[in-house]
């Protein structure tokens, strides 16, 4: 059975992804300072990693036929951590994963970059830095590795959660299964070096992605009826425009497209709002039905 390697595996995207990982049929290693703490993955094979590590890296690398690399501080961390531990775990782990992956010949590699690559903030740079080693690593080794550029996916309260489907944010299972196909790929050797950003696609017209606020609302009824009395009960702020992206390159390579937008999460506030129940307490991703 092929091994793939988490390493972060103990963080919110870090259970997701082992948990899909698992349910397509490989073995996983997970990797992280602390154990997880989910019920249904314990059974899985832990090790305790500090990515800064170097012999804790490469015992977690041994063996294993892929990785996908997790490990990660971000800005959004609560309680926030300094700008020192974000350009240390960020770069230098993903320095020793490479290097320990280049040690153990691992030719199939998944890298978290982010939306925030760049250069206004140390988390930017790190990302910045951590495709660039990965693009030198590819160079050196012509290992398979993929740079996912994902949006936010922290947890948040339910419709909040549901806003940011609008803007910035995207539901970890898309996260999950992006990054599955990428390392399925990744295996296959169907690329060298490939980047895609991980959001959702809603399939808003041109024209209503542009004027959203005023156009959006009828267009939501089209697809789920009572849609615009849901937006005005929970008083959903709409943006002006959504932010939307062109996913066609991994369709076409990967095979994958996300599943949970802006009409998935109405459609789930209809079937709560039809029972009765107060979504004001509700955390996404822990309490979605499908999270069960």
Wanted: charged share 25%; net charge negative; glycine share 8%.
């Amino acid at each position: 059975m092929t091994k793939i390697l988490v390493t972060g595996a103990s963080g919110n995207g870090g259970q997701a992804v082992s948990r899909a990982l698992l349910q397509a049929g490989f073995e996983v290693r997970m990797a992280d300072v602390f154990p997880v703490a989910a019920a249904d993955l314990r059974e899985a094979e832990f090790i305790r990693c500090d990515t800064r590590t170097a012999a804790d890296v490469r015992r977690a690398v041994e063996g294993v036929d892929g990785v996908v690399h997790l490990a990660a501080w971000h800005c959004a961390h609560n309680p926030p951590v300094s700008d020192e531990t974000i350009f240390a775990v960020n770069v230098d782990g993903t320095f020793q994963v490479l290097e320990a992956c280049k040690q153990e010949g691992v030719q199939a590699i998944v890298y978290a970059s982010s939306m925030a690559y760049g250069w206004g903030s140390v988390y930017g740079v790190t990302k910045v830095i951590g495709e660039d080693l990965c693009r030198s690593y590819h160079e050196m080794t012509n290992a398979s590795i993929a740079m996912l550029r994902y949006h936010e996916f922290i947890p948040r309260p339910y419709l909040e959660f549901g806003e940011r489907l609008l803007r910035n944010g995207v539901d970890r299972r898309d996260v999950a299964s992006a990054t599955v196909a990428a390392m399925q790929g990744a295996l296959d050797k169907r690329f060298g070096l490939f980047r895609t950003i991980v959001h959702t696609d809603h399939g808003i017209p041109d024209e209503v992605v542009r004027d959203f606020r005023n156009q959006g609302p009828a267009w939501c009824e089209t697809q789920v009826p009572g849609a615009c009395q849901l937006i005005e009960k929970y008083r959903i702020s709409l943006p002006n425009q959504v932010e939307q992206h062109d996913l066609s390159e991994a369709a076409q390579l990967l095979g994958w497209r996300p599943a949970v937008g802006f009409v998935e999460f109405l459609r789930d506030l209809k079937a709560r709002d039809e029972q009765g129940m107060d979504v004001a307490n509700l955390v996404v991703p822990s309490e979605l039905p499908s999270e069960h």
